[in-house]
């Protein structure tokens, strides 16, 4: 009793540890301009889309919002269509060097990209790709792609290797098997997978900086704009930066907590 | 037409740590129902794994039909299968699950599959559970889709993997006669695992007992029921399993080989049961083995239970007596082997009574003690 009141304590204030910056994100962005610079803050301000518009309408915003939108859903796809083969592969095949193959993927997570900024932008520029979006989601790919296959292994482990079996022996080939037995029953984890690289690339800046120069992302563009403007510009670009992310990961939380469970 | 024959077929996992199936030779004909019954881990899930090409042998050949399919994958074997665990699509309703195969197929119209697939939801009970899906049936029920599932296809082969193993005993006796009355009238070949005997005993127009990856004894059923090859088969085959009284020929009491020509009475060799004396007739055949312990093969229903010493009966004592409906079933001590007999219904003794029993001499089998194989002649 003692220890569940503890815990639900402990956990209210990290909730709020978390989310209280958040709310005052949230009505720093959706407030009137004026009221950012009001103190003591109202904490029910009235709320209005004044903010969100006047970022929203400035110079450059538009198209590098578009390009992050572009890059995420490149990304996205090239690591789904690389990552579900390769966590399909782990889920279903005891190969050897299996083990050593997944603690390679979770290993280059500890790979620090600052040290790969000039080879990145040098590779970049010899390829003739430097500052086009085909770059970024290069990139973007690269870091997402060993969260894809780990989350989809995990997520393709849970379906039944039988399952596929029964599909084949009732006239499926193996990728129909795939297609029309494990794919249904798996489309909700590895869409989940998807998003988490679509919202890694979203909210990625490093390299999205490193590798842009007229043609940032969002991110890499607040980033550069970020010391020259005002106060509401930043609030409604953290904003929507943040907490898409947020409110999707705590959907998908579920398959992502299964990754470490998996074997 | 797509008759069955397997040649040497071996399977090993964990590279070759774990043996499963080991060199099998098997023939089934075309419509025959063969039945594969064996202890569990005895390799007959794999066995049939490898039938359906879901698991590539290590080394021999399958043919169906006229076709070599060992290398062949599973769709383009002409099969359906019963898994042993069910293997019903949860995302799909009862009614899509059997008709699964049929839509991959794609030679029936909408109505045809329609059609079909009622007729097989109604052989297995299922006619009212159409439109649900397998999270919403029971265990017996999800094996009673996958069941349906495989019989709508009408293969060539069906494989069976213990299709009725999750049904209660009513279910199980009336779907066991249905099921055969489909297959045969089918034209069906069906390799049908158990590990339940009486099942394997009513279906089968031939059988094999399985132990350690091997096929020990193939046959029709009361041949093999009749005649165990081993004291394994003997033992595994039955309810209660076959007695083996350990005998000697000609009452040579010490154990070990005698010289052949100890004498053997003249009125023929008769089997000795313990120091006191008590024998039965052995057949001529056996003249071979004067002199040496053997083992007696004898089933509870070739046994009489007598209260009064009578030739060619072996005195014991009764420990249990089990009514079971039809029969009861005697447990009764004698010399140091626990032996059951199945006697009349109102059979009824008090624990510790001495009885007699006396084997029918001609049910009586005979077994090597150390190798456990079956004696006919020297
Ligand atoms: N994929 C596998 N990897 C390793 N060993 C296996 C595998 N499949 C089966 N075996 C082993 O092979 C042997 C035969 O297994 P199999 O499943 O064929 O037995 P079975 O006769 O079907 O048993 P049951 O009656 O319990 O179903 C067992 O010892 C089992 O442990
Ligand atoms: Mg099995």
Redesign the pocket.
């Known amino acids: 009793m003692r220890r569940a009141v503890l815990r639900y304590t402990g956990a209210a204030l990290l909730a709020a540890w978390v989310l209280f910056p958040m709310y005052l994100l949230t009505i720093g962005a959706f407030s009137v301009q004026s009221a950012i610079y009001h103190y003591p803050r109202d904490i029910l301000p009235s709320l209005s889309w004044g903010t969100m518009r006047f970022f929203l309408d400035s110079q450059g915003v538009p198209t590098a919002l578009g390009r992050s939108v572009i890059v995420a859903a490149i990304t996205a796809a090239a690591s789904a269509a690389l990552g579900i083969p390769a966590g399909y592969a782990l889920a279903r095949y005891r190969f050897r060097g299996r083990d050593a193959y997944r603690v390679t993927i979770v290993s280059t997570r500890a790979f620090p990209v600052v040290v790969l900024s000039i080879p990145l932008a040098v590779f970049a520029l010899q390829w003739g790709s430097y500052d086009t979006v085909w770059a970024v989601a290069f990139m973007h790919t690269a870091l997402t792609l060993p969260f894809v296959v780990l989350i989809s292994s995990s997520v393709l482990t849970a379906v039944p290797a039988d399952l596929e079996e029964a599909a084949q022996v009732f006239g499926c080939s193996r990728p129909a098997a795939f297609a029309r037995v494990t794919l249904p029953l798996a489309i909700p984890g590895l869409a989940a997978a998807g998003g988490f690289a679509l919202l890694m690339s979203y909210n990625e800046v490093f390299a999205a900086s490193v590798l842009t120069l007229e043609r940032p992302t969002l991110p890499a563009f607040v980033l550069n704009a970020l010391t020259s403007s005002p106060e509401p510009y930043k609030y409604a670009a953290a904003w929507l930066l943040m907490v898409p992310t947020f409110v999707f990961i705590f959907f998908i939380r579920r398959y992502i907590l299964g990754v470490g469970r998996a074997r | 037409m797509a008759d069955i024959v397997i040649r040497a077929v071996r399977k090993t996992?964990?590279r070759g740590r774990?043996t499963?199936v080991d060199s099998v030779d098997l023939t089934v004909a075309d419509g025959e129902l063969f039945v594969l019954l064996?202890p569990?881990?005895?390799?007959?899930?794999?066995l049939l794994r490898m039938i359906a090409g879901l698991e590539a042998a290590d080394r021999g050949t399958i043919m169906i039909g006229d076709r070599e399919v060992t290398t062949l994958p599973p769709r383009k074997r002409d099969l359906a299968m019963v898994f042993?665990n069910y293997a019903v699509f949860p995302h799909l309703t009862v009614e899509q699950n059997i008709a699964f195969g049929l839509r991959m197929k794609g030679d029936a119209g909408a109505t045809e599959i329609k059609e079909k697939v009622r007729q097989a939801a109604e052989l297995v009970d299922l006619g009212g559970l159409l439109g649900r899906r397998p999270a919403q049936l029971s265990g017996g029920q999800q094996q009673r889709v996958a069941v349906a599932r495989a019989l709508a296809v009408s293969p060539a082969v069906l494989l069976m993997d213990e299709p009725l193993s999750n049904l209660d005993a009513l279910l199980r006796l009336k779907f066991r006669s249905d099921l055969k009355r489909i297959v045969h009238e089918l034209g069906t070949t069906v390799i049908y695992v158990t590990?339940d005997q009486v099942e394997a005993l009513s279906l089968a127009d031939r059988m094999a007992v399985m132990r350690e990856g091997r096929i020990v004894q193939a046959g029709p059923p009361l041949e093999v029921y009749d005649h165990p090859a081993s004291t394994f088969v003997g033992g595994f085959l039955g309810s209660p399993p076959m007695n083996f009284l350990p005998v000697a020929i000609d009452g040579a009491v010490s154990p070990g080989p005698r010289s052949p020509d100890a004498a053997c009475p003249d009125d023929g060799p008769r089997a000795m049961v313990g120091p006191r004396g008590d024998s039965f007739p052995a057949p001529e055949a056996m003249r071979g083995w004067c002199g040496r312990e053997l083992l007696a093969g004898i089933r509870g229903e070739n046994m009489d239970v007598l209260s009064e010493r009578a030739p060619g009966a072996v005195a014991g004592k009764v420990l249990v007596v089990e009514p079971l409906g039809a029969q009861t079933l005697v447990t009764v001590a004698s010399e140091d082997t626990e032996v059951k007999v199945l006697t009349a219904p109102g059979y009824t003794a008090p624990p510790g009574r001495d009885v007699w029993l006396r084997p029918a001499p001609d049910k009586v089998r005979w077994y090597d003690p150390d190798s456990g194989a079956e004696l006919t002649s020297p």
């Open positions: 996992f964990d774990v499963a064996g569990s881990g005895c390799g007959k899930t794999t042993q590990h």
